[in-house]
């Protein structure tokens, strides 16, 4: 798979889109994704096919990190999160936690460490194509380099350029 355009899809308010409606759309641009939804609720002791690895994974991502959901990089913050990198994953505060009878954390780091690298850019690629607004191109004018006099055209240099003769006079 490209990964040019192939996860485009219309963006949304991140604030309008709920965890469980992103994760749906996840799971149906990169199926091989597990679901890790067979958990059971402790207030009606039945399994929430809802509460999945991903509307987790958002959930901690943008609830309890409050990291930006339209940002690649705070993406692949959260993805060092569960890979043991970065910042260590409350068990306590984990999203399910206070309502599943068991604690989906563990088994959650576990699906997230099995993705190959490939898998999570696409994972980290389709997120911020779902919150990202669209962006404006800028129209600037375009500068046609040809109709500009020679010596007004910047010269490439690499480190501090050696004075020549009769530099100092123009510092009079």
């Given at each position: 798979m490209s990964r040019?355009?192939?996860?485009?899809?219309?963006p949304v308010n991140a604030q309008t889109l709920r965890p469980e409606e992103a994760a749906g759309i996840v799971y149906k641009?990169?199926?091989?994704?597990?679901?890790?939804?067979q958990y059971i609720r402790k207030d009606t002791e039945r399994i929430d096919p809802v509460q999945t690895l991903i509307s987790r994974?958002?959930?901690y991502h943008r609830d309890l990190k409050r990291r930006e959901p339209s940002v690649s990089l705070d993406w692949k913050i959260?993805?060092?999160d569960y890979l043991g990198v970065n910042e260590s994953i409350k068990k306590d505060r984990y999203p399910g936690s206070s309502t599943l009878q068991n604690n989906p954390l563990t088994p959650d780091?576990?699906?997230i460490r099995e993705l190959n690298r490939h898998q999570r850019q696409e994972l980290v690629d389709l997120l911020v194509?779902?919150?990202?607004?669209?962006?404006?191109k800028l129209n600037l004018p375009t500068i046609q380099t040809e109709s500009i006099p020679e010596f007004f055209q910047p010269t490439p240099t690499i480190g501090p350029s050696l004075s020549k003769p009769g530099d100092a006079d123009l510092l009079k």
């Amino acid at each position: 798979m490209s990964r040019g355009n192939s996860f485009r899809v219309q963006p949304v308010n991140a604030q309008t889109l709920r965890p469980e409606e992103a994760a749906g759309i996840v799971y149906k641009k990169l199926s091989y994704l597990p679901k890790e939804n067979q958990y059971i609720r402790k207030d009606t002791e039945r399994i929430d096919p809802v509460q999945t690895l991903i509307s987790r994974f958002i959930r901690y991502h943008r609830d309890l990190k409050r990291r930006e959901p339209s940002v690649s990089l705070d993406w692949k913050i959260t993805l060092a999160d569960y890979l043991g990198v970065n910042e260590s994953i409350k068990k306590d505060r984990y999203p399910g936690s206070s309502t599943l009878q068991n604690n989906p954390l563990t088994p959650d780091v576990e699906a997230i460490r099995e993705l190959n690298r490939h898998q999570r850019q696409e994972l980290v690629d389709l997120l911020v194509s779902i919150y990202a607004p669209k962006q404006k191109k800028l129209n600037l004018p375009t500068i046609q380099t040809e109709s500009i006099p020679e010596f007004f055209q910047p010269t490439p240099t690499i480190g501090p350029s050696l004075s020549k003769p009769g530099d100092a006079d123009l510092l009079k």
